[in-house]
């Protein structure tokens, strides 16, 4: 399944009252989550700032390895979450198979988070 990207500036951000959020720090990413607007319509999205990568082609760089990484670990996303990712400079030092693990790892433990959050309510 092709997971759709949130494009519209004001989606990128959380409502005060969602209870979904959640946040998983990497060394060359940081995931957020946010509750999707409906069921099984999940989507992600990427934040590379001109702040942090001053060269366009690094810009290009970092949303090119982004996307394979969740492309690659895309089964792994939630239905009813979408995905925010924020790049690191160091994403532009690391290799295709240990962003595809770190992102990974960062799934599972969002996952095991949103796991968390439901057996408690």
């Excluded at 992600?44 to 492309?71: E, I, P, S």
Aim: aromatic residues 10%; contains cysteine.
């Amino acid at each position: 399944m092709k997971h759709k990207t949130i494009r519209n500036h004001k989606d990128f951000f959380a409502a005060p009252d969602d209870v979904h959020v959640f946040v998983v720090r990497t060394d060359c990413f940081v995931v957020k989550t946010k509750s999707a607007k409906k069921y099984g319509d999940s989507r992600y999205g990427l934040v590379v700032t001109k702040k942090n990568f001053k060269l366009a082609v690094h810009r290009n760089r970092a949303k090119r390895l982004l996307r394979d990484w969740v492309a690659f670990n895309e089964d792994l996303m939630l239905p009813d979450l979408d995905y925010i990712l924020i790049a690191k400079t160091s994403i532009l030092n690391i290799g295709r198979e240990n962003g595809r693990e770190m992102v990974y790892n960062a799934f599972k433990q969002i996952a095991k988070l949103y796991e968390q959050n439901v057996k408690n309510r």
